[in-house]
């Protein structure tokens, strides 16, 4: 099953800029505190050959598993050359207007369980590499090789954690609601089709809740600022953090 392409080509070569030292030392911290120990070696690429080989195989293997992916043009170490598979999901999120945000903002989500259910993992899962030809979606940027460095279901996690943050711009307006649905829409998604496979899903929920205390500490950080107290980011914290404990409540009882 290929995703739609258009005579449009994607070309990525392997001398771009690879991530420096200190973007790396940001997502790696960042990811250790969201409670996601990504490896070093993983997250700081330094051979953009390796890199883009890596990607290369990683889009023929899912392109051959049946999954929705560029399909690779050509490649000769150097470039690697894929077909357009469309206009990504922020910017279609975007002009879609604010009523029908929400379900297609949750479809996604959906869509992502039903991907790890298939036992995949994408490791840059965030509304920019995806795309949505208004009937499928199709996912790109494969150049994150954090499995089998990490877990299977804790990358799983983490890719269900970077959509959500992913749609932060849009949540702000929609409230926590929006967060619960997100995050609901995953975990009964990804129930279901791990269960049509007899596999344990990834506990989101348990997840979901060791993060809310490490949030809540930066929540806790920013309230004993004055100027940071009413910042645009602490507006976004609490209402993150309003729609993890809603989603969460759920799933303890409480
Ligand atoms: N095959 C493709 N189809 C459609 N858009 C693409 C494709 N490849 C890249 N793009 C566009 O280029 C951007 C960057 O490509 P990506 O593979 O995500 O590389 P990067 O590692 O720089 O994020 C994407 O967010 C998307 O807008
Ligand atoms: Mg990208």
Redesign the pocket.
């Known amino acids: 099953m290929n995703p739609t392409t258009t005579p449009?080509?994607?070309t990525?070569t392997a001398d771009?800029p690879l991530r420096s030292a200190w973007r790396s030392a940001g997502v790696w911290l960042l990811a250790r505190f969201m409670g996601v120990p990504v490896p070093w070696q993983a997250v700081h690429q330094r051979d953009g050959r390796a890199l883009l080989a890596y990607?290369h195989q990683r889009l023929l293997a899912l392109g051959a598993a049946g999954e929705a992916v560029?399909p690779v043009l050509a490649f000769d170490g150097h470039s690697l050359v894929?077909?357009?598979?469309?206009?990504?999901f922020d910017h279609i999120v975007n002009e879609t207007p604010l009523p029908q945000r929400l379900p297609l903002m949750c479809a996604a989500a959906e869509d992502l369980a039903g991907f790890h259910a298939r036992g995949h993992w994408h490791g840059?899962a965030q509304a920019?590499?995806l795309?949505w030809d208004g009937q499928r979606f199709a996912r790109?940027?494969f150049?994150e090789p954090l499995y089998p460095a990490m877990p299977l279901n804790q990358v799983q996690l983490y890719d269900a954690l970077q959509l959500l943050m992913s749609y932060a711009r849009f949540l702000e307006s929609m409230g926590p609601g929006a967060v619960r649905d997100v995050l609901q829409a995953y975990r009964s998604a990804s129930v279901r089709a791990f269960a049509a496979r007899g596999v344990t899903p990834p506990d989101l929920p348990s997840f979901i809740q060791r993060l809310m205390s490490r949030l809540r500490t930066v929540q806790r950080v920013l309230h004993a600022v004055p100027r940071l107290r009413e910042s645009r980011e602490a507006m976004r914290l609490r209402i993150v953090l309003d729609g993890m404990a809603a989603f969460t409540a759920q799933h303890t009882g409480h």
């Open positions: 449009k080509t994607w990525k771009r990607e560029p894929t077909g357009d598979i469309g206009r990504t840059g920019r590499n795309t790109m940027d150049e």
